[in-house]
């Protein structure tokens, strides 16, 4: 079945620093993958989306995803966290008629 | 006007009475959806409206109803409210003939007591 595995359920960076969110996904064929942030007490916004095409995803706010079907993945990446970061982060892969989301990241920015 | 709105935004419910949720968009989309999402856990469908016909996941079935008396609502109802269904009940919309992008409501925050 279509689904997205979100390893990490917390990841810590400092400010300045780069991040890496992981999500694995499981699809039999070629998948429509998503990245959406959850800011407290907000809805989710989409950061950004794969169609098939270029492997590299440019989103909102500086973020960009690769997706490599060899490793079944589509991780989220930024090169320098800010404080306004901090957030809960959810892959999510087109089902069918609808989207099936993993569990989330939540990520919290240091000083 | 490219939001989902839904009330209330807390939702304080005792257990065995019923609760209704709303949701409304003003973007003409044809499809709404209602996930429920508890901590630690992913955002599950529980159901959705392709413009009027309604399809529901087969485990929460008798579970939840809802309606779409029109485009714009969607409202999800709970029977009988049990201390299980504390969770936050997010609303989301889209267009499929066009393949829109999902929008999402700031959810309902429901606490069964």
């Known amino acids: 079945a279509q689904s997205v595995t979100q390893p990490d359920a917390r990841v810590t960076v400092s400010e300045g620093a780069s991040l890496q969110l992981r999500c694995k996904y499981s699809?039999?064929?070629?998948?429509?993958l998503f990245w959406y942030v959850q800011y407290p007490r907000q809805g989710l916004q989409l950061l950004l989306k794969?169609?098939?095409?270029?492997?590299v995803v440019q989103g909102v706010n500086g973020f960009e995803a690769e997706f490599s079907k060899s490793n079944s993945s589509f991780h989220l990446r930024k090169a320098s966290v800010h404080w306004s970061d901090w957030a809960v982060y959810f892959c999510?892969?087109?089902?069918?008629?609808?989207?099936?989301f993993g569990t989330g990241t939540k990520l919290q920015v240091v000083p | 006007d490219t939001t989902v709105k839904q009330n209330p935004r807390y939702k304080l419910a005792r257990v065995g009475k019923p609760v209704n949720l709303i949701c409304s968009q003003t973007?003409?989309?044809?499809?709404m959806y209602w996930y429920q999402k508890k901590p630690n856990q992913a955002p599950k469908l529980l159901l959705f409206?392709?413009?009027?016909?309604?399809?529901r996941e087969a485990d929460t079935f008798e579970k939840f109803q809802s309606s779409r008396p029109n485009n714009s609502f969607c409202s999800l109802y709970i029977g009988s409210a049990g201390l299980e269904y504390s969770a936050m009940y997010l609303c989301?919309?889209?267009?499929?003939?066009?393949?829109?992008?999902?929008?999402f409501g700031s959810g309902t925050r429901l606490l069964v007591i």
């Open positions: 973007m003409n989309h044809d499809t």
């Open positions: 699809y039999f064929g070629t998948p429509y």
């Open positions: 794969y169609y098939p095409g270029d492997p």
């Open positions: 999510a892969v087109n089902s069918g008629t609808y989207q099936r």
């Open positions: 409206y392709y413009d009027k016909i309604l399809n």
């Open positions: 989301a919309s889209r267009d499929r003939v066009s393949n829109s992008d999902y929008t």
